[in-house]
């Protein structure tokens, strides 16, 4: 009596792809953050204008109107001459003004400069822009902090990288070898198929079909655990290193999504992006061992499968 043929599992597997493809989503959720985050510190960089006291103030008034319009301000705070010896006075706790008989202190105005223009030759630029301008006396700006900032981007952009490429040869190697078990314990349904006539394709065709599906749904899976894992871990960020009062849900469904709107787009493109890129490794590496791991055994004699 002939027993019935086990259909083959191809469970080892979706959860093999499942959990490679949530591991390379994650290192990829981790350089998008990475690079977010060096975007906000760079946003953080103060550059301050100190304009001259023989500067009219019709004439600050239309400078400042001026350089607010300019690309690369995102925010910027003027603080005249008497609030400039306000906040002194309170800070030594002593009226200088009388002692030195006058208020030296100069206008000044505070620019935050957008994460794009804020690399070192962005702001060196930017700077001699600004000290060309009529009644600007002096431009200063944390020039060490921002030399950091993009030192520290370059060295992680390497290391994210070179993490990236070893995550892949290893992932590569893993899926594959899940691949061939499972190709291998149907290596003699493969060659009684061969042995009755059926064509090289109509052999491997139902392997393919399984390897693309397989790969489909793991694909699925994983941006699924991607999707709590972004929730989780960005909520988590913003509250403890943005000091943000609403969580990433809140914000998606509140008007505050006018004023992030650039973040919230460039979030969209990038974890499409990355998702697409999930997809397409996991049936291109599932699709392409299970044709060679198949194409193998049709190639063997029947003595060569024991």
């Known amino acids: 009596m002939s027993k019935k043929r086990k ?15 949530f591991l390379l989503g994650l290192l990829g ?14 946003e953080n960089v103060l550059l301050t204008i100190y304009f001259s006291n023989a500067a009219p103030d019709d004439r600050l008034a239309g400078i400042t109107e001026n350089i607010n319009s300019m690309e690369f301000v995102r925010s910027s705070v003027f603080t005249s001459k008497e609030q ?25 105005l505070d620019i935050y ?25 002096d431009v200063e700006y944390q020039a060490d902090l921002v030399n950091s900032i993009n030192k520290y981007k370059e060295r ?14 290893i992932s590569i190697i893993l899926i594959t070898n899940t691949v061939r078990l499972s190709v291998f314990a149907n290596r003699f ?26 790969g489909t749904f793991g694909a699925i899976a994983a941006g699924c655990f991607l999707l709590l894992a972004f929730f989780t871990g960005a909520n988590w960020v913003d509250k403890e290193l943005f000091d943000r009062s609403q969580s990433v849900t809140d914000r998606l469904i509140s008007d505050q999504i ?28 599932l699709v392409l061992s299970t044709y ?15």
């Open 7 to 21: 259909k083959p599992s191809y469970l080892p597997a979706l959860v093999s792809v499942t959990m490679v493809l």
């Open 29 to 42: 959720m981790l350089v998008i953050n990475a690079n977010r985050f060096t975007d906000r510190l760079k």
């Open 84 to 108: 400039a010896a306000e906040e002194y006075k309170k800070e030594i706790q002593s009226d200088f003004e009388e002692t030195i008989g006058g208020n030296p202190l100069p206008a000044s």
């Open 113 to 137: 400069v957008k994460s794009e223009y804020s690399d070192t030759s962005g702001i060196r630029k930017i700077k001699n822009d600004l000290e060309g301008m009529d009644f600007v006396q």
């Open 156 to 169: 992680i952009s390497l290391v994210l990288l070179g993490i990236t490429l070893i995550l892949v040869i």
């Open 189 to 214: 349904l493969i060659k009684s198929m061969q042995l009755v006539g059926a064509t090289e394709w109509f052999i491997v065709r139902p392997f393919v079909k399984r390897a693309f599906w397989v």
């Open 258 to 285: 006018l004023t992030h709107w650039r973040y919230l787009l460039q979030d969209i493109s990038q974890y499409s992006i990355l998702f697409v890129s999930l997809l397409i490794l996991g049936i291109a590496i």
């Open 292 to 306: 060679v791991s198949t194409k193998k055994y049709l190639k063997l004699k029947i003595d060569d499968l024991y």
